[in-house]
């Protein structure tokens, strides 16, 4: 019995400590994964080929975060990844389910975060607005069109995100973007067709507070 009242003692202790999540100055390390998930109907191609369209696939990679609080509410978010990989598909016409080209890309973004609750809160949710710059490479024209590439994109990132403090200074994190990713197809017979693929992009991570 007097080892049970100690245990729940320390336990209430232990509970009734604070756990200081952001001050200004600290430096937050998030990894874990990252899925880019396209809009629908990226790109009308009926002009090409009449009644169709293009889709482009989701995609899975790791991913990697910095952020650098300038206050405890004010933080400052590099977001990286390793590179994404989509196919554009045809819908409809007569290129209905045929792979049209193949991309990788990379979609490093820049945020500011804003974070609403006290600094002593365990529970730190956010909303960020940021800067993407997406430029891709070793595409692939699958169907034979003549595609030489598609052009390097820039566009704004809405952002909103929560972490949980375990402690002092590891967490959990779940966080949602809406990127701004527009291009054009450079070359062949799509030459300057715009390609809007506007995606949701979700991570969920582990991290570190130094």
Excluded at 56 to 77: C, H, P, R, W
Excluded at 106 to 122: E, F, G, H, I, R
């Amino acid at each position: 019995m007097k080892l049970l009242k100690t245990l729940l003692a320390t336990a209430i202790v232990t509970s009734a400590i604070p756990v200081m999540a952001y001050e200004a100055g600290d430096i937050l390390v998030k990894a874990g994964v990252v899925t880019v998930m396209p809009k629908d109907n990226n790109a009308d191609t009926s002009h090409l080929f009449p009644g169709s369209k293009l889709d482009i696939d989701n995609d899975t990679q790791l991913a990697l975060a910095g952020i650098y609080m300038v206050t405890s509410k004010i933080g400052v978010e590099v977001l990286a990844a390793t590179p994404f990989t989509h196919t554009a598909k045809g819908d409809g016409g007569a290129i209905d389910g045929v792979d049209i080209v193949t991309t990788k890309h990379l979609p490093p973004t820049v945020s500011v975060q804003y974070y609403p609750m006290a600094s002593d809160s365990a529970i730190q949710p956010y909303v960020g607005l940021g800067v993407n710059h997406t430029f891709f490479f070793d595409e692939e024209d699958d169907a034979n069109v003549g595609t030489k590439g598609l052009k390097t994109s820039w566009g704004l990132a809405y952002s909103a995100g929560v972490d949980y403090m375990i402690d002092d200074h590891w967490l959990i994190n779940t966080a949602l973007w809406k990127v701004d990713i527009d291009t054009e197809v450079k070359g062949g017979a799509a030459d300057g067709l715009e390609v809007e693929i506007d995606p949701l992009v979700w991570m969920v991570a582990c991290g570190y507070k130094f």
